[in-house]
Antibody, heavy 120, light 109 residues
Framework: EVQLVESGGGLVQPGGSLRLSCAAS????????MNWVRQAPGKGLEWVSY????????YYADSVKGRFTISRDNAKNSLYLQMNSLRAEDTAVYYC?????????????WGQGTLVTVSS | QSVLTQPPSASGTPGQRVTISCSGS????????VNWYQQLPGTAPKLLIY???QRPSGVPDRFSGSKSGTSASLAISGLQSEDEADYYC??????????FGGGTKLTVL
C-alpha cells in the first residue's frame, strides 16, 4: 500500500525557517517524481515544487522561489522541503504528492498533510 | 486567482447528474491532460479522474471526465450524499508547473 507521511510542520515566526519531511513507503520511491502542494486555510490547492526521480531536475512556484528548497534522499525514501524567510502567506497545510506518467501526468497519491503556521 | 477557472459552487439533488467545468489555456489544458480531485472535509485530495477521462481503480463509474480544446468537465451521475465535497481540476502547464482550478464546492441538497 502506497503511503506518504508528512512531518515537521508547526508554528514559526515570520522570517523563520522550517524543514518538512515526507516519508514514503509501499512503492519504489527512487522511480517516481515528487511534488509539494499546499492549501491555505479555507483556500484552494497551490503547487509549490517538483523534483525528478533522481533529484537532478527541480522546479518551483514563483511565490517560493529563492526561499524554499526541495530535496530527496532515495536511500531513505524521503522527500524534504526546506522553507526559509517564511511569511504569513506561507501558512498552509503542506502535502507531498507522488507523480505518475500514464497517458499524461497526474499526482496520484497524497499524504495527509502537515500544517505550517507563520505568525508572531 | 487560480490559473484554471472553475465555478465556486454546484449543487444537485440525490440521483441527479451534475457537471463541473474547468477552463484553461493552450499551455495547460490545451496541450496536456486534465486530472480531477475530490477533497472531503478535513482530508487530503484524492485522484478521481486522470488523463482527461480515466478512473483509478475503486472510483465509481458515476464519475466521468471529458476534455475539449482548452476546457474540461467532470460529470457526476446518480448523485449521492457522500459526493458532497470540494472538486479540483489540475493540469501540467508548459511553463513547468502544476496548475489547479480554484475548486468547486458541491452541495447535495
Amino acid at each position: 500500500e502506497v503511503q506518504l507521511v508528512e512531518s515537521g510542520g508547526g508554528l514559526v515566526q515570520p522570517g523563520g525557517s522550517l524543514r518538512l519531511s515526507c516519508a514514503a513507503s509501499g512503492f519504489t520511491f527512487s522511480s517516481y517524481e515528487m511534488n509539494w502542494v499546499r492549501q491555505a486555510p479555507g483556500k484552494g490547492l497551490e503547487w509549490v515544487s517538483y523534483i525528478s526521480s533522481s533529484g537532478s531536475t527541480i522546479y518551483y512556484a514563483d511565490s517560493v522561489k529563492g526561499r524554499f528548497t526541495i530535496s530527496r534522499d532515495n536511500a531513505k525514501n524521503s522527500l524534504y522541503l526546506q522553507m526559509n524567510s517564511l511569511r504569513a502567506e506561507d501558512t498552509a497545510v503542506y502535502y507531498c504528492a507522488r507523480e505518475i506518467t500514464i497517458f499524461g501526468v497526474a499526482l496520484d497519491y497524497w499524504g495527509q498533510g502537515t500544517l505550517v503556521t507563520v505568525s508572531s | 486567482q487560480s490559473v484554471l477557472t472553475q465555478p465556486p459552487s454546484a449543487s444537485g439533488t440525490p440521483g441527479q447528474r451534475v457537471t463541473i467545468s474547468c477552463s484553461g489555456s493552450s499551455s495547460n489544458i490545451g496541450s496536456n491532460t486534465v486530472n480531477w480531485y475530490q477533497q472531503l472535509p478535513g482530508t487530503a485530495p484524492k485522484l478521481l479522474i486522470y488523463s482527461n477521462n480515466q478512473r483509478p481503480s475503486g472510483v465509481p463509474d458515476r464519475f466521468s471526465g471529458s476534455k475539449s480544446g482548452t476546457s474540461a468537465s467532470l460529470a457526476i451521475s446518480g448523485l449521492q450524499s457522500e459526493d458532497e465535497a470540494d472538486y479540483y481540476c489540475a493540469a501540467w502547464d508548459d511553463s513547468l508547473c502544476w496548475v489547479f482550478g480554484g475548486g468547486t464546492k458541491l452541495t447535495v441538497l
